[in-house]
Nanobody
């Protein structure tokens, strides 16, 4: 079992920045892939970014060049730095861990006003 605790969401104006944090209940070094997904009202949950245990990253085309996923083993945390935010980035953002199965955090709301 892996519990995930997210923080860092909020309300920001278009063009602004936010940083999301996710802390798992076990060492991130033992988790193959961690990532962030988002779900807007009335839409399916979609991939935002993932990072492997050796630091390989993958991004949705819609966030490339604006978002950066990173991990800090010393702080046992994964981050999503979001810059140049757009109203269409508004969604609930979920932290995900792939450790034999998928685990999800409770979600954190990100709202970008125009």
């Amino acid at each position: 079992q892996v519990q995930l605790v997210e923080s860092g969401g909020g309300l920001v104006q278009a063009g602004g920045s936010l940083r999301l944090s996710c802390v798992p209940s076990r060492s991130i070094a033992s988790i193959n892939v961690m990532g962030w997904y988002r779900q807007a009202p009335g839409q399916q949950r979609e991939l935002v970014a993932t990072i492997t245990h050796i630091g390989g990253t993958n991004y949705a085309d819609s966030v490339k060049g604006r978002f950066t996923i990173s991990r800090d083993n010393a702080k046992n945390s994964v981050y999503l730095q979001m810059n140049s935010l757009k109203p269409e980035d508004t969604a609930v953002y979920y932290c995900n861990a792939k450790f034999y199965q998928n685990y999800w955090g409770q979600g954190t709301q990100v709202t970008v006003s125009s």
